[in-house]
């Protein structure tokens, strides 16, 4: 599992088993529902493809610029 977290200020973390940066860490505990999190006004969640995460996840490594 792995977690990339992008803030309304441009930050992003990320989170893996193994690296993390920021406060960004893998629960040990199953998260709420993708509606759940919806209907919190703080958080925009979405439901992306896998090649779209990977791409998010490169730039949380800081290893390319899409962009």
Do not use: H, T
């Not at 893996?16 to 998260?31: D, K, M, R, W, Y």
């Amino acid at each position: 599992m792995r977690k990339v977290e992008i803030f309304a200020d441009g930050r992003q973390s990320y989170a893996s088993p193994v690296q993390s940066s920021g406060s960004s860490f893998l629960a040990e505990c199953q998260f709420p529902s993708i509606d759940e999190i919806g209907k919190d006004p703080q958080f925009i969640p979405l439901v992306i493809a896998a090649d779209e995460f990977q791409k998010w996840w490169e730039i949380a490594l800081g290893r390319n610029d899409f962009g």
